[in-house]
């Protein structure tokens, strides 16, 4: 938008609405704007730090003659009618490989333009590795794609787009990563945008293969790099998914094979054109629509019922998932402060939409009479128990306590100061804890400020793990670098336990919460836990509460105790604490 505009709008905005209410308004975007040109500024410095040097990819070259493993690679690229330079600078790119055992195929989708093949052409004469096919009729991305496939004869498939350009370390990294796994069927890199003036922003730092952010969003995109052989068994690319053509190869493969694998470096850079998706993504274009029938299609192949509606952002979606109607029990452990238990336990029963749950209130010696007389006006609901823990408090002692004495098939471990603000959450949380492959579901907790106090934990951040987004505005947006990931069902290595849903069988297998976690890290131990017997931690936005965060419970902590179970978390979980799959290590460099 430009300034005249921007201008009249806010002044029209002025008069209709006033200047308080008009600075309210605007108020997230300008937060939202000097948060991600503080990333950018970062990404700048990483940058510096990061990209090779002409000795490095000297290096580089000798290193890769001397891989025991050296497949050979096909870059697929459909071209139709890019800007003669950017298309010069996307062949040029891949010319610079420091890895040599690749062929480019180049598939014209009948360009307009008669230089596209004059340089096309040109390229192809100076390097055999050049392979072109001139199509004789346009058939859009899908038909032009699968026409560079028939002619590739690599055992991998890169995919690169006829304006975008990848490292030069882009194959030397991937044959790096088969040498040591060659298992793998598919892998995928970090990327960033390249502005027209050439500089480099907008870096997505990725997680490791995250099966539940992929069907919220097509995260991977580039650089992708697939098993040929895979590629012919799904029959390529799809005619009519233009724009999600790679979105619907990829949910097609992840069908086929769990080898994906993921390299934690900027491997491609996908320039920013005006009009192209790189620069602008909306729900209405054809490549949003395209990526929803692609979903819907994953799921009717998968046999899922559910079906796929808008996410919280653009570029995002949400598949919503069919339930049954189990009992649900909802553990509260508490102690005086009852103003905040009954705000609690009166936003459960006044707004939610599911209503087969029972109420299991845990009093931990509570002495306040105004807690006793409250009990006793909730005897009377009949989806309420109150139960008493009369020995010295301890965490996971009393919720496992309380899952012996509930009736649900699924539990929800719940803080007594948290308030339910979206009247579904429990069916949103139960559609996924539902999931045969998923552990624990945590949610989306607000402060009354609306900023955020929980969308996920990361390990290693700030000690044994941290909130993701900690008392970040709920309401601005940030595309990257993580990906709108407070905004979309994604994984996580934990959840907190203020608000976690579980399956009651999966969380006897594991047999509950560590009594030795008293007062600390109870809830991440036990998501690990379940991590380690295969089942995914989930996190989901679509169930929202406000939580008070502890006001309950006395702040003077036992800081023995609490050292002690730092202790036993990292002897238990160096590894995964060091190094959180669901974390790309380069965040902790450029957010600060």
């Known amino acids: 938008m430009n300034f005249i505009k921007l201008f009249s709008k806010l002044s029209s905005s002025f008069q209709k609405k006033g200047m308080f209410k008009t600075i309210n308004s605007i108020k997230p975007y300008y937060v939202q704007y000097c948060y991600l040109k503080k990333i950018n500024n970062q990404y700048q410095y990483w940058l510096k730090k990061n990209t090779l040097k002409k000795p490095d990819f000297l290096k580089q070259k000798k290193e890769s003659s001397l891989f025991k493993y050296q497949p050979k690679i096909s870059i697929i690229t459909p071209v139709y009618n890019p800007p003669t330079e950017y298309l010069k600078l996307c062949i040029d790119s891949v010319l610079k490989q420091t890895y040599q055992n690749w062929e480019f195929c180049l598939a014209d989708d009948n360009s307009t333009d008669p230089e596209i093949k004059k340089i096309i052409n040109a390229y192809a ?190 570029g995002t979606f949400r598949v919503v998932y069919q339930t049954n109607k189990p009992l649900i029990s909802i553990i509260i452990p508490t102690k005086d402060k009852i103003k905040y238990l009954k705000k609690c336990v009166e936003s459960i029963i006044k707004k939610s939409t599911y209503k087969k749950y029972e109420i299991i209130i845990v009093d931990t010696n509570s002495t306040d009479q105004k807690t006793f007389n409250y009990y006793q006006k909730l005897k009377n609901n009949p989806k309420i128990k109150i139960l008493s823990w009369n020995q010295k408090f301890n965490f996971s002692d009393v919720n496992n306590y309380a899952t012996k004495n509930c009736q649900g098939e699924y539990l929800i471990f719940l803080n007594n100061d948290t308030e339910v603000i979206t009247p579904d959450w429990i069916e949103s949380m139960l559609q996924l804890a539902q999931n045969k492959n998923i552990g624990a579901v945590g949610c989306k907790l607000l402060y009354q400020n609306k900023n955020i106090q929980h969308a996920g934990v990361i390990l290693g951040l700030g000690g044994i793990a941290n909130h993701n987004f900690y008392r970040m505005p709920d309401e601005i947006s940030q595309p990257f670098p993580m990906l709108n990931s407070k905004d979309v069902i994604r994984n996580f290595s934990a959840v907190t336990g203020a608000c976690l849903m579980i399956n009651k069988n999966k969380f006897l297998s594991v047999s509950g919460f560590d009594s030795k976690l008293k007062i600390a890290y109870n809830d991440i131990d036990l998501c690990l836990k379940l991590n380690q017997k295969g089942y995914r931690t989930v996190y989901t936005p679509f169930a929202k509460l406000y939580h008070h965060e502890s006001i309950s419970i006395s702040k003077n902590r036992d800081e023995n105790q609490f050292q002690k179970e730092q202790t036993i978390m990292t002897k238990r979980w160096e590894n995964i604490i060091t190094n959180d799959p669901f974390y790309n290590l380069n965040l902790k460099k450029i957010i600060t």
């Open 125 to 314: 004469k100076k390097d055999s590795r050049i392979k072109i096919i001139f199509r004789p009729k346009n058939g859009h991305i899908s038909e032009a794609s699968n026409s560079a496939l028939k002619i590739a004869t690599g055992e991998y498939i890169s995919l690169l787009d006829n304006d975008d350009e990848i490292a030069p370390q882009a194959l030397f990294k991937i044959i790096q990563l088969l040498n040591q796994s060659p298992e793998a069927d598919l892998i995928y890199s970090d990327e960033d945008k390249l502005e027209i003036n050439g500089q480099f922003t907008d870096p997505s730092f990725k997680p490791n293969w995250s099966p539940d952010l992929f069907l919220s969003t097509n995260y991977l995109c580039h650089l992708t790099t697939i098993r040929k052989s895979l590629v012919d068994a799904v029959n390529g690319f799809t005619k009519g998914l233009e724009g999600a053509q790679d979105y619907d190869l990829i949910l097609k493969i992840i069908e086929k094979t769990k080898n994906i694998f993921h390299i934690s470096d900027i491997l491609y850079h996908w320039r920013k054109i005006p009009g192209s998706t790189a620069a602008i993504y909306s729900t209405k274009s054809y490549a949003y629509q395209a990526s929803v029938k692609s979903l819907e299609d994953h799921l009717k192949r998968t046999k899922t019922k559910g079906f796929i509606t808008n996410g919280l952002q653009e």
